[in-house]
Structure formats: C-alpha cells, structure tokens
C-alpha cells in the first residue's frame, strides 16, 4: 500500500474505494523514539525482530518458537505477530525513512494535497495548511482531472467549487504537518458551536497550531464542539494527552486520564497518566460529538474513549479501526520497525473495542461528503453533528422543564434549515 506522497507520485490513483491513504494514516498510531540497544543487540535485523518479539511485544507469548533466519527480513513481522488481535505491527526496509518523517512529522518530497479517485476524475480530500498545494489555492473537493508528476513537482489540472478551471506544476518539498486543517465557530441554536478537523497527533513541537484554534474557540465562548476525526489515523501518546487536557471540563482536573499496560514480564511498567490541574482549556464546554470513519484510529480512538467518563460525548460518521494498542515506531539496523507493545485503557478500565467505536458507543451514520470544502453544511457527517446538537437542546429543554419556552426538535431543524445549516428537515 502507498502512502499519500507515493500515490501522486505513482499517478495511478487507485480510488475506487478509497484506501489509497489507508496505510499512510496507520502508519501514524504511536510514534516515539528508541534506541539500538532497546531495540536488539543482534546484528541479523531477523534475530533482532525475533528477539524483540520474545521480549516485550505485547503478544510475546503467542509468538512461536522458530529459527528467525528461516524468514524474510520483510516478512518475518507479518508472519509471528499474533494476528487474531495485531492488525498493525511491521517492518520496512527503508534506511528508517518513515521512522524519521513520523518523529519529525513531516512529509518528504510531499506537495501536502491528498488525493482519493471517483469514476471519471479525482478529488481533493484534504490540504495542509501552508503546503506547495495550499500556496496553489488546491482545497477539498476541488475535481482534479490531470496529474503528472516529475522527480520534483506534479503538474495538476483541477476544477474548483465555482467550476473555474486551474492548473499548476506544483514543487515537492518536505512538508511540515500542521494537523489543523480547519477550524470554525457557528453561531446557532442560541449559543456557540466549535467546529475542528484535526488531522493527525503530531509530534510537541506542533502545539501551537492545535493552541490557535483552542484560542479561537475561548474567544467565542463555545458550548458545543464538533471535532472532524475522519482522517486522524492517531500519533504521538503526549499530543493526545495535550488535547485531551484542552476538552476535559474542570471536573476532571488530577483524575485518572489512561493507563498504559504492558506484557506480564513488563507489568510494573503500568503508566497511569492523569488530567492536569491547571489546563487552560474550553471553560463553558458541555458536550462534544466526534466525526469519524473507518480510517480513523488509535490515537483518535483513544481520546474519545478517555473523555467518554468526563463528558457527554457523541459519535456520527463511520466505525473507526478499534484500535487500542501502541507501538513505537523506530529505525534499527536500516529498517523501520513498528512493534505492538502495550494497551491502553480509559479511568473506567475500558479499551476501545476490536470492533471499532461502535463496539462501546453507539454511533450515527453519514456519508463523506468530499465533494464539499471543510465547513460546508452539505456535508452528510457534519450535518449529522449538527441534528445531534439539535437534539440534546430539546432534550435539556425537557428535563428543565422548560414549557413556557420549549422548542419541539422539528421546530429546531427547521431552524437549521432556514440558515443552511442543514439541508432537509426529516425528524430522523
């Protein structure tokens, strides 16, 4: 499978159904650095996976006992990692590449525009904010109809919104992620509603991207907030924590957040992280619904799963990956190398289920409008966040008792609808 930067560069975009960004995005769970003696001592990359696999993967008990040198170095991972629950561990020879744009969160020879194939042309699904792409005026949903690419640029040709033709030889570079790709505050409903696409859990460095928004949204004082998860495939553990000390509401402040659990030889490794004391995050916050689909995972997963005991939390979209598993990811001997290593689960004891989201929090269906630029109401999964918002002020409304001032929910989706926000009024 490709990666995003690989898929233009391949100019056959295989996007029939639309896993052409799939392995990119997995390849995002858990980063964080380790060095060669962690990793093995051994000097065969296959004798290193196998003894890391005997010694503190998380599965190391159903790993068989073999002669590693029997294998392929690129194979032996997918052939003893405990497959029933370990969709995730690899290896690649790379010369450690992709372990090194994950640690620094970078694309290299990227142009920062992801591209998924329909039946007659491709379209646009995401730009980064500052990208050779976005300098173009590239954005979602514009129809891309011509793609060539050259050893340092790609030369598009695409429609945009308004249908207006455009063309551009777009330079590679290396690409510095900035996993906002948008951010928003409707005024609707009688209060503030937040609406953030994040797109990745980059490494430290990156917090001040994720902190602009976060001021944007104390400014307007939202109550609400709608984060766009649909392409979040995860990231690093402490960006996660980052994010999750800015929405959990004041209640939680120095209670348990997660715990990291590895294998029986490794149990006194347990970390339990918890809230932070003094987090400057959304004071007024009261009730957040995610958006997410099946690329959405680990990391993504996990910060719903950790927030689910704290506040009301609601998912529409898609089911995501389930994953609630962590690995390094690292470079060793040439090679980089991902490895299963510890699970992690919410202050209630709960990992996220093998099943994806809806194996523990039902979640409401919509389609991925990326026909539609980020903000657009037309699109199925936001307006879908819109109707659950809608929902819960008429349900506060019932349990306050508020007869003299009740508003009955088609009262407030015609509402919607009359300001675009939605685009038909069926109670659903």
């Known amino acids: 499978m490709n990666s995003f930067k690989n898929v233009i560069e391949s100019a056959v975009i295989k996007l029939a159904n639309r896993s052409v960004y799939k392995f990119s995005i997995l390849l995002m769970f858990c980063a964080c650095s380790i060095s060669q003696e962690e990793a093995s001592p051994k000097k065969d990359i296959r004798e290193s996976v196998y003894a890391m696999m005997k010694d503190w993967y998380l599965f190391y008990d159903k790993v068989p006992i073999v002669n590693p040198l029997h294998f392929a170095d690129t194979t032996i991972v997918e052939a003893l990692k405990y497959k029933p629950a370990d969709k995730w561990s690899f290896i690649k020879r790379d010369n450690g590449e992709l372990a090194r744009e994950i640690a620094n969160s970078t694309e290299e020879g990227s142009i920062g525009a992801y591209i998924v194939e329909q039946e007659k042309y491709a379209r646009v699904i995401a730009v980064i904010k500052g990208s050779p792409a ?10 891309v109809v011509f793609i060539r690419p050259t050893a340092s640029a790609v030369t598009l040709e695409w429609f945009d919104a308004q249908k207006r033709f455009k063309s551009a030889t777009i330079p590679k570079q290396t690409v510095v992620i900035n996993p906002v790709l948008h951010t928003q505050v409707f005024d609707t409903l009688s209060t503030k509603i937040g609406y ?3 797109f990745s859990f980059p490494d430290t460095t990156k917090f001040s991207y994720i902190e602009e928004s976060f001021q944007i949204f104390r400014q307007a004082g939202i109550t609400k907030l709608i984060i766009d998860l649909r392409y979040n495939g995860g990231g690093f553990l402490r960006t996660m924590e980052f994010v999750a ?5 004041f209640s939680a402040r120095g209670k348990l957040m997660y715990s990291i659990l590895m294998n029986d030889r490794y149990s006194k490794a347990r970390k339990d992280c918890y809230f932070s004391t003094s987090s400057d995050g959304l004071p007024f916050l009261s009730e957040i619904v995610f958006i997410t689909s099946s690329f959405t995972a680990s990391s993504s997963d996990m910060l719903i799963n ?4 704290y506040i009301r939390i609601t998912t529409v979209g898609q089911t995501t990956v389930g994953k609630y598993l962590s690995y390094p990811i690292f470079e060793h001997l040439g090679y980089t190398i991902g490895l299963i290593n510890a699970k992690c689960v919410n202050s209630l004891g709960e990992p996220v289920s093998f099943e994806g989201i809806t194996g523990w929090q039902p979640i409401i269906a919509a389609r991925d409008g990326i026909e539609f630029d980020w903000g657009d109401v037309r699109d199925e999964m936001l307006q879908a966040a819109f109707r659950v918002i809608a929902s819960q002020v008429v349900s506060m409304q019932w349990s306050r008792r508020e007869s003299m001032n009740f508003t009955s929910y088609r009262f407030v989706l015609e509402n919607l609808f009359d300001k675009g926000i939605i685009t038909d009024i069926q109670e659903r």
């Open 134 to 143: 976005d300098n173009v005026g590239l954005k979602r949903g514009d129809s």
């Open 196 to 198: 953030w696409v994040f």
């Open 245 to 249: 000390n800015l929405l959990a509401p």
């Open 306 to 309: 950790i927030l689910k005991p």
